[in-house]
């Protein structure tokens, strides 16, 4: 994950929720308004 090049510079992870916490997985999805809240924050952080 973000572990490897945190070694070379800053970083960070942003996590949205899936569908019935299924993760690692073909049936692994994300409502559409959580990922639009997953992007208003990523943007955020880049502008601030």
Do not use: C, R, W, Y
């Not at 973000?2 to 916490?21: C, D, Q, T």
């Not at 992007?39 to 952080?45: C, N, R």
């Amino acid at each position: 994950d973000a572990a490897n090049i945190a070694k070379l510079m800053p970083a960070a992870m942003l996590f949205v929720p899936s569908i019935e916490g299924i993760s690692h997985d073909f049936s692994e999805d994300t409502n559409e308004q959580d990922l639009i809240d997953g992007l208003t924050v990523l943007a955020k952080a880049f502008l601030d």
